[in-house]
């Protein structure tokens, strides 16, 4: 029998479901694995137990928790997709305020309507066995996990950083340009599709394992960003993960 | 050795000419401060003055990423990759980089000799160019000099703006068949193209200090610096490691086998399946790369296997410089050589 | 007939976002008919604050996946408001032709996957693979070739790459742009045109369903407002989008984690139909030929016919596409860097029309070129209280209906209107109390 | 320098095709381990040596150094035997009798037999270590007339982890084997030696000048190994070592391999002692 698949999501900007919507060429092949199950971005259906759950988006309410925690025990293999379920991605940039401040700069005097955790990681809340990273993930990157369950391996790790991929592009790199750029220590996978369309890397899929932190930061401050500039920029997508 | 005049208005006739000999790749701005060898569309766009391409010409004869084989998971059955041979020429190489494909043929012909890279190569021609050092190329520290005319067919040296056009082989002259806007002239030496940059020792006398350098003081302070990118690797025309992995189709029945470049000194190059790294920091990675071309393979063959391109320099984001620390590794063998001199 | 009725539809499927349906009857009296947004709060104004400009688009258009080109590019234009970044005309014209990609997709999308399924009965596209295989593919093709718009001028569709401040980090090649405009007209026309055949035989499934309302949006002089232009208010006419606040007037009702927004009534309607009710003037011909097939008229105040003024636009951002190739093709494509020099630090605000209607991004800099102050306003969140007042109308007068159909109708007006919550959650519980 | 010039074509190989090879036999033979009986297309030999290893593949998965557990005296036909610990092996885990393995190879330098012969031999395997060791163990077997003493030194971390049971049976009950086994971590069956390996080395009878010791293990065994050795005398050139490192071309040209300046693919995995003994990378 084909995997039972289901998708479900978190505090997320739900672009990583999109570009699950976003395989034209592909959906086709994709269902000739698997059976969607439940995806409330695109049906009505649900089910009890999945064989694999896809999960998008950080924990961010007591409400999420308990329902991360339902979503685990129903399903024999967990994902987590997109930076924000993998690490709390921009959502975690929250965290480095205090947050009542947090709440009162959107909701004003109103501020305690709404329950609010600091945002985490799918992985601090309950185990995850599978992660896809990006923001957005890439179809590239979600396919090759998805292909990797339906033949039994291991899903690709990525322990490389950007500049890899970015140097196999012959891409010029921007710290040639007068750019600061995340990629030295960001962990690989999405072929530097930032640095190939001209754009610095924002580390959205995370800092790699034994990053030379204070190595990265002299190498941004030298090419013109102040030290707190280069600390945000390295904050952007890892509130959870460096600390500075 | 014939040597013609060549004016520059009329390199582009030439490499027009040349077309007819194969595939003409040349070098070609790239983004706002850069090169790289593309093939020639329009000959006009071609640079003559350059300081170096991101990539080496490696890429042409061991491409970054390379399919190795198509197979079936159902059949349980591969494809053979038929590697066409089609003739190329290579227009606009500095010496550097020439005498780096000739390193690259002894890395990747010895042993196992390996029939993709033989085809690609065996097929090629080159026309080399002198240039104007920068503050990174060191080549003449390690033997090659700007005129080095080894394994080209033809060599371009600018003179006042203009060319001298060396014939150096056979397939040179065959090159020149039927090209008009040359005149036989006297070679001429050209004054005044100088390195900036240099390693202070000759390198004969490298490996002597490698031999020590191991437990230096040096690599901690250049590990501290170093953020892992692997730029400085990927870049060089002389590294030739790589990965290997395979990828799937979505539709799981297909696949492809492929090679991509790899770098020593990323983090996950010796590490192995239970966690076992057999180079885990940084110093131990960076320790490697500069051995591997001082030492290790320099021992065997008597040549430095850097070719002082100074892309490793040039590329790296922390600024680490590969003559620096050459240099500093030379400084402090020189004070531990006097330290067991005072003491004697 | 005096009833009681309860309906509770936790977590509406096929939106992008979480919100519940709520109704509350007793004795034939409506107590309650609102949309309850649940998804938690994201607090990115709060994300905001020290952020340099070099990211604030980046950030913002993490606000929201779908509509992640509309954030960013109005989060530009708010930059550069604030720091008087002129633009060139290149980047204006790659910028519509960008807002055309995302509303091509967008509606598409809305239109196939998600409003479609409650015309022909089943619960998502899924099924009509099997059904309705030739439909689904051209539905696919259409929204494959709008994310290329996306992909090649913008880096990619979803999260878009080269928008940055004061241009774009990279320039399309014009081969690329020939091969987009060929596509536009030999696969996208044609597929648009099928499209309007279909959503003809649909249209009959729209409920009969009218309440006047107020229809906001952007205008500009010269053309169909997406991008830039004044607001406008079919009530009270023009006003400078640095005045925004004086219309969204933006308020906190407590079973919503979204803020709702007034203007010169209880609610106004922002999205496609507001868009087609002020600007219809300036559509095209083939634009009003699809309208006209479809049975959408200008003033149109059925909710429901959102989804067939979205269709409607997505045939004007094929032609329209072509039409910014063809100009972008004529002034010869140059290899612009951006400019990132701020003229000055202050206050800024960027408006666009976006799939679902007006947004609205408001920024203050310091002299450093950070964030002091940020405010993204979302058109769902403005859709909001008129969402509730269709609903309060909406349920009386379908009262005698069956709970499911009753259910299903309330479904498919929140869906008509395309929202895009930010937010989270999976199940569909209805519960039913007579 | 090797140059262009010096290679002919027919000299160059196709060096990354493998040849498919039929599991004839295969059986999980510990909770982490399994063994491969396999043959070659047509009668075609395999012709390794002891110590020798081979690039498996599964089309997909990818590809693996494996070393040839069984004698070179079994002609057309291999045995391998692989621990499942990431990508490739776990997937091999369910290869079973009637599938193909992608094989290239032999690869490396194994033992040097010219020298071994008429020595005493002493393996010391820890672990997965027996595998490479299993294929000298059993060339000496059989050609038993040709070598001195035969002592067996195995260490296991359990013994439900030990390898080829069968084999260590009949090893133990011949006069000829030496066999010495122990654990780290007994269970209530285990009635032999416990410790870790070198435990096995002080007691031991060693002929200094005719004893040859082959060993393989673990990265963590070898210099605690090549210690007691050394305490007892053995010199340096008796020592031989099989090392094991990341790899994945198994010819020298993937840089992965490297111990200092030597490839272990193509200068191993089989080294003497004296030749690693100044390579910091190496133990
Ligand atoms: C000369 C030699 C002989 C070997 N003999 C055996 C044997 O007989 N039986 C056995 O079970 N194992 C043996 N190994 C170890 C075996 O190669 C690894 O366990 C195997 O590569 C793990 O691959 P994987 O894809 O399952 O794991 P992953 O961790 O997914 O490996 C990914 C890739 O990393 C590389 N890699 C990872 N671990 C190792 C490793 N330990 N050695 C070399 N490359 C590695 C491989 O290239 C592999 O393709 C030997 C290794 C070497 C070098
Ligand atoms: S542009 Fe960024 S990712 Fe690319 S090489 Fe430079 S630092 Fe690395
Ligand atoms: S080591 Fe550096 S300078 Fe030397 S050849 Fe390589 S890239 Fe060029
Ligand atoms: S390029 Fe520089 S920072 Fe990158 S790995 Fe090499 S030495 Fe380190």
């Known amino acids: 029998m084909k995997p039972q698949v289901a998708f479900f999501d978190f505090t997320s900007c739900e672009g990583c479901q999109l570009n699950k919507l976003n395989f034209e060429n592909d959906l086709l092949d994709i269902l000739k694995h698997v059976d969607i199950v439940e995806f409330r971005e695109a049906m009505d259906d649900k089910a009890d137990h999945y064989d694999i759950a896809f999960i998008e988006g950080s924990i961010t309410s007591p409400s999420c928790v308990e329902r991360i925690h339902d979503i685990r025990r129903r399903s024999d293999v967990l994902v987590a997709l997109g930076s924000c379920a993998v690490n709390g991605g921009v959502n975690a940039m929250k965290n480095l305020h205090p947050i009542d401040e947090v709440r009162e700069t959107v909701y004003g005097e109103d501020k305690y309507l709404f329950a609010t955790l600091p945002a985490m990681a799918v992985s601090s809340v309950v185990k995850v066995d599978y992660e896809v990273r990006g923001c957005p993930m890439t179809q590239q990157d979600f396919l090759k996990l998805l292909i990797a369950l339906v033949l039994g391996k291991q899903p690709p790790k990525y322990g490389s950083p950007v500049c890899v991929e970015c140097k196999l592009k012959e891409n010029e790199c921007l710290y040639n340009r007068g750019m600061v750029c995340l990629g030295p220590i960001t962990r690989g996978g999405c072929d530097a599709v930032c640095p190939s369309f001209g754009q610095f890397c924002t580390g959205c899929r995370g800092i790699l394992d034994n990053p030379n932190i204070d190595g990265m930061l002299e190498v941004m401050t030298s090419h013109g960003i102040s030290l707190d500039e280069a600390k945000k920029r390295m904050l952007l997508y890892n509130s959870n993960e460096v600390q500075l | 050795m014939e040597c013609f005049s060549l004016l520059r208005s009329d390199v582009p006739a030439l490499i027009d000419h040349l077309g007819d000999f194969g595939e003409v790749i040349a070098p070609h701005g790239k983004g706002d401060v850069s090169y790289s060898f593309e093939a020639v569309q329009d000959s006009c766009d071609v640079v003559l003055d350059y300081n170096r391409t991101l990539l080496p010409l490696k890429k042409m004869f061991l491409p970054p990423v390379e399919k190795l084989m198509g197979f079936s998971l159902k059949n349980e059955s591969y494809e053979q990759v038929d590697v066409a041979i089609t003739s190329r020429v290579f227009f606009g190489v500095h010496s550097y980089e020439m005498q780096s494909i000739l390193r690259l043929d002894h890395s990747m012909l010895t042993g196992s000799a390996e029939s993709n890279y033989f085809k690609r190569r065996q097929s090629s021609r080159f026309v080399g160019i002198s240039f104007e050092p920068d503050e990174f190329h060191f080549s003449e520290s390690v033997g090659i000099v700007i005129e080095e005319m080894e394994g080209f067919d033809l060599f371009l040296n600018e003179v006042d703006g203009d060319f001298q056009l060396y014939v150096l082989t056979e397939n040179g002259q065959e090159m020149l068949n039927g090209f008009d806007k040359i005149n036989i002239t006297e070679p001429e030496i050209v004054e005044g193209r100088h390195f900036k940059k240099k390693i202070r020792y000759h390198y004969n006398r490298l490996p002597r200090v490698f031999q020590y350098a191991y437990h230096s003081e040096v690599w901690a302070d250049v590990a501290s610096r170093c953020v892992g990118c692997g730029a400085c690797t990927l870049t060089c025309p002389t590294c030739f490691c790589f990965d290997v992995q395979d990828e799937v189709e979505v539709t799981a029945e297909d696949g492809i086998r492929q090679r991509s470049w790899d770098s020593c000194m990323l983090s996950t190059f010796a590490e192995v399946a239970g966690g076992e790294n057999f180079r885990e920091k940084t110093i131990n990675r960076t320790r490697h790369r500069l051995y591997r071309k001082f030492k290790y393979i320099t021992d065997e063959e008597g040549l430095p296997w850097c070719v002082g391109c100074g892309r490793c320099t040039a590329f790296c984001p922390a600024g680490i410089s590969m003559p620096d620390i050459v240099n500093e590794l030379i400084q402090e063998d020189e004070k531990a050589q006097y330290h067991r001199t005072v003491r004697v | ?434 | 320098m090797k140059r262009l010039q010096d290679v002919e074509h027919h000299e160059t190989e196709d060096l990354y095709y493998p040849t498919m090879c039929k599991v004839i036999g295969a059986k999980q033979i510990t909770e982490m381990e399994k063994w491969y009986e396999l043959e070659m297309p047509e009668g075609q030999s395999l012709g390794h040596g002891p110590g020798q290893f081979v690039e498996v593949s599964a089309f997909g998965i990818g590809e693996a150094p494996i070393s040839i557990s069984s004698s070179p005296s079994k002609n057309g036909k291999f045995e391998l035997c692989i621990r499942q610990v990431g990508t490739l092996t776990n997937v091999l885990k369910n290869y079973e009798t009637g599938d193909s393995m992608g094989i290239r190879g032999p690869f490396g330098k194994g033992f040097p037999m010219e020298k071994l012969f008429g020595k005493d031999i002493l393996v010391v395997a820890g672990g997965i270590g027996l595998v490479p060791l299993r294929s000298l163990i059993n060339y000496v077997l059989d050609n038993r007339k040709d070598f001195g003493r035969l002592i067996i030194l195995y260490g296991a971390k359990t013994p439900s982890e030990l390898l080829f049971t069968d084999e260590l049976k009949m090893w133990k009950d011949r006069d000829d084997v030496e066999l010495h086994v122990t654990v780290d971590q007994p269970d209530e069956t285990w009635k032999g030696n416990t410790g870790v390996i070198t435990t096995l080395i002080p007691s031991l009878d060693l002929k200094l000048n005719t004893t040859i010791a082959a060993i393989t293990g673990p990265p963590v065994m070898y210099k605690f190994v090549v210690m007691s050795l050394k305490s007892k005398q053995l010199p340096d050139d008796q020592i031989y070592l099989s090392l094991e490192r990341r790899m994945k071309c198994g010819v020298g040209k993937c840089g992965h391999c490297q111990i200092n300046g030597v490839y272990c693919c193509q200068d191993g995995p089989v080294f003497n002692y004296v030749d690693i003994k100044p390579l910091e990378e190496a133990l």
């Open chain 3, 1 to 434: 007939m005096s009833r009681d009725l309860d309906i509770k539809v936790h977590h509406l499927t096929r939106v992008e976002g979480h919100g519940n349906i709520v109704v509350n009857m007793k004795d034939g009296v409506l107590e309650k008919a609102h949309l309850s947004i649940v998804e938690p709060p994201r607090f990115f104004e709060a994300m905001m604050k020290g952020r340099s400009f070099h990211e604030a688009a980046i950030i913002t258009s993490r606000i929201c996946g779908i509509c992640s080109l509309g954030h960013q590019l109005t989060s530009l234009v708010a930059t550069e408001d604030a720091l008087g970044l002129e633009i060139s005309e290149q980047t204006v014209l790659l910028r519509k032709l960008l807002i055309h990609g995302a509303t091509l997709q967008s509606n598409i999308l809305h239109a196939y996957f998600l409003a479609a399924p409650d015309f022909l009965n089943v619960g998502s596209v899924f099924p009509l693979i099997a059904t309705h295989k030739d439909v689904v593919l051209r539905a696919l093709r259409m929204k494959r070739l709008a994310n290329d718009i996306g992909d090649i001028v913008s880096g990619r569709a979803v999260h878009p790459i080269t928008p940055v401040p004061g241009g774009f980090s990279r320039i399309p090649e014009k081969a690329e742009l020939l091969e987009i405009k060929r596509r536009l007209l030999e696969e996208a026309l044609p597929d648009g045109l099928e499209t309007i055949e279909t959503m003809k035989a649909l249209a009959g499934a729209i409920p009969q369903f009218e309440r006047e309302t107020e229809y906001i949006s952007l205008k500009h002089p010269d053309e169909y407002a997406l991008y830039e232009g004044d607001i406008f208010s079919s009530d009270t006419g023009a006003l400078s989008v640095h005045n925004y606040l004086d219309v969204t007037n933006e308020f906190i009702v407590n079973h919503s984690t979204s803020k709702h927004a007034k203007y010169n009534r209880s609610s106004y309607f922002v999205g496609a139909l507001a868009r087609w009710n002020n600007n219809h003037a300036q559509l095209g011909e083939e634009a009003h030929a699809a309208a006209e097939a479809m049975g959408l008229k200008p003033n149109c105040f059925n909710p429901y016919m959102n989804t067939i003024a979205q269709v409607v636009e997505a045939v004007h951002c094929i032609l329209d596409s072509v039409r910014i190739i063809d100009r972008l093709m004529e002034m010869g494509l140059k290899n612009e860097k951006p400019n990132q020099t701020p003229t000055r630090y202050g206050r800024g605000i960027g408006s666009n029309e976006v799939p679902r209607g007006i947004l609205f991004h408001d920024y203050t800099y310091d002299n450093k070129g950070n964030i002091i102050k940020a405010n993204c306003i979302i058109p769902t969140g403005q859709n909001l209280a008129n969402i509730d007042d269709d609903m309060m109308k909406l349920v009386p007068e379908i009262i005698n209906k069956t709970k499911e159909e009753i259910t299903l109708n309330l479904e498919m007006l929140v869906r008509a209107y395309d929202p895009c919550i930010s937010c989270s959650v999976h199940m569909l519980e209805v519960d039913f109390i007579e």
